[in-house]
């Protein structure tokens, strides 16, 4: 969800009636100040089922990130900008023509300031999984070629922030022998990768979706383990 000026927001769901294996749609609802209901529309009417949406706002209006979903179950990372009350029509952010029968489950994560957006994501396309993320400084009408970020097997679950330079920070799960670890890495306004931090390891699933915070000069992390969150201070390289 994301907050609206005059005091309300809009929330973005997926809407399954007929089961995940039939199309499942992409909504907003739209809610007042005081939490009540003002409208409800639907974006898309076929995306993946399970992933996360993200949304942000651009000097041009608020810019959905989701994992669109084809006819031949080509399942890549698109988004939609709100332009003048409609929904344009949905641009990939890249073409990796990621094939699968089923949802993954693991989706983006899209920051803005202004006109300039950063998108990360997962991919398991080519039977490479890898974590990736773009620019634009258009508002999302179109991005720059991806950025490798992982260096080995990628689980995803992607979380990212913009700091004060417009450089993107990116945190993602990563195999390793003790089941998964949290690894983070910034990425320069001009799309170059810094060194791959080692944040947390443990078991995929007690790792969960970690979670990226940056304001003023401060980025910060949080992640679970088997009882409780963990967090952390990330220091600019």
């Known amino acids: 969800m ?7 927001g809009s929330i973005f769901w997926l809407e399954a009636l007929k089961g995940e294996d039939n199309p499942v749609s992409l909504k907003r609802t739209i809610v007042d100040a005081a939490g009540k209901e003002v ?8 995306v993946c089922g399970c992933c996360p949406t993200a949304v942000t706002r651009t000097s041009k209006g608020l810019l959905l990130a989701f994992r669109a979903r084809s006819k031949d179950n080509i399942r890549d990372i698109a988004v939609t900008r709100l332009e003048n009350g409609k ?3 949905p641009k990939l952010v ?6 699968i029968e089923a949802c993954p489950t693991n989706a983006a994560a ?3 300031k202004g006109d300039h957006v950063a998108v990360a994501w997962f991919t398991g396309a080519q039977d490479k999984p890898r974590e990736q993320m773009a620019f634009s400084n258009d508002s999302g009408s179109s991005f720059g070629k991806p950025v490798l970020l992982s260096t080995g ?5 992607t979380a990212m922030a913009l700091d004060e330079d417009g450089g993107a920070i990116v945190s993602w799960l990563e195999r390793s022998p003790e089941g998964a670890k949290v690894l983070v890495r910034r990425v320069t306004a001009a ?14 699933m ?3 979706y970690p979670k990226l915070f940056h304001n003023g000069s401060d980025t910060f992390i949080a992640w679970g383990n088997a009882k409780h969150v963990e967090t952390a201070s990330l220091t600019k390289n």
């Open 39 to 46: 409208s409800e529309e639907v974006i898309q009417g076929d």
């Open 191 to 204: 799309g170059v990768a810094g060194p791959v931090v080692e944040v947390a390891k443990g078991g995929k």
């Open 2 to 8: 994301i907050a609206n000026p005059d005091g309300g």
């Open 206 to 208: 007690a790792l969960g």
């Open 94 to 99: 890249n073409a990796d023509g990621w094939e």
């Open 110 to 112: 899209v920051q803005a």
């Open 87 to 89: 929904w344009s029509t």
């Open 153 to 157: 097997h990628a689980f995803g679950y």
